[in-house]
T-cell receptor
Framework: DAKTTQPPSMDCAEGRAANLPCNHS???????VYWYRQIHSQGPQYIIH???NNETNEMASLIITEDRKSSTLILPHATLRDTAVYYCIVFGNEKLTFGTGTRLTIIP | GAVVSQHPSWVICKSGTSVKIECRSLDFQATTMFWYRQFPKQSLMLMAT?????????EQGVEKDKFLINHASLTLSTLTVTSAHPEDSSFYIC????????????FGPGTRLLVL
């Protein structure tokens, strides 16, 4: 699987949009970009995934660049409960490989 | 959405004993389940892939005789940590593949193991 690069940590004010970047410059054509998050001492939670088109669901939006070498996860109105470690994963076969993720802290 | 449960949620055991952790898919059938381990302040590391009715596939560096995995039904996989030692203390998380191709894997809440 292709590797991803994420900033180790970010802060975001409560109520503002949180934009989490991810670089995946070695992604191949059939690999998807998945985002999971892990709240402290819990199992990971699926957020969203996409191939090349932008995606939106009730939790977040995923913006993938045209060359697919990077993407941004957007939480439109961050709340304190969104404080977690966010993992960007490129997935092409049957194994999810977790990197170190971005620790997002929502500031009141 | 699909729900995966784990039991127990936490366990404390003495060094040298064995501990069994259950992973269940509650409202779907999972042909494939995955076992991860997470040490404090670290990311999840895949230990093994468990397919119903066949032997598990272990990742490099994971001892198959120490971490016994059984996936006897489409809704249950078990991980047994044999002869546990303090260095086995960790957060063990399972996930299940729904096979729908949408969310790929649903994760359980995790089991925290402390070996004294």
């Amino acid at each position: 699987d292709a590797k991803t690069t994420q900033p180790p940590s970010m802060d975001c004010a409560e109520g503002r949009a949180a934009n989490l970047p991810c670089n995946h410059s070695t992604i191949s054509g059939n690999e998807y970009v998945y985002w999971y998050r892990q709240i402290h001492s819990q199992g990971p939670q699926y957020i969203i995934h996409g191939l090349k088109n932008n995606e939106t669901n009730e939790m977040a939006s995923l913006i993938i660049t045209e060359d697919r070498k990077s993407s941004t996860l957007i939480l439109p109105h961050a709340t304190l409960r969104d404080t977690a470690v966010y993992y960007c994963i490129v997935f092409g076969n049957e194994k999810l490989t977790f990197g170190t993720g971005t620790r997002l802290t929502i500031i009141p | 959405g699909a729900v995966v449960s784990q039991h127990p949620s936490w366990v404390i055991c003495k060094s040298g004993t064995s501990v069994k952790i259950e992973c269940r898919s509650l409202d779907f059938q999972a042909t494939t389940m995955f076992w991860y381990r997470q040490f404090p302040k670290q990311s999840l590391m895949l230990m093994a892939t468990s397919n119903e009715g066949s032997k598990a596939t272990y990742e490099q560096g994971v001892e198959k005789d120490k971490f016994l995995i059984n996936h006897a039904s489409l809704t249950l996989s078990t991980l047994t940590v044999t002869s546990a030692h303090p260095e086995d203390s960790s957060f063990y998380i399972c996930s299940a593949d729904t096979g729908t191709g949408k969310e790929t894997q649903y994760f359980g809440p995790g089991t925290r193991l402390l070996v004294l």
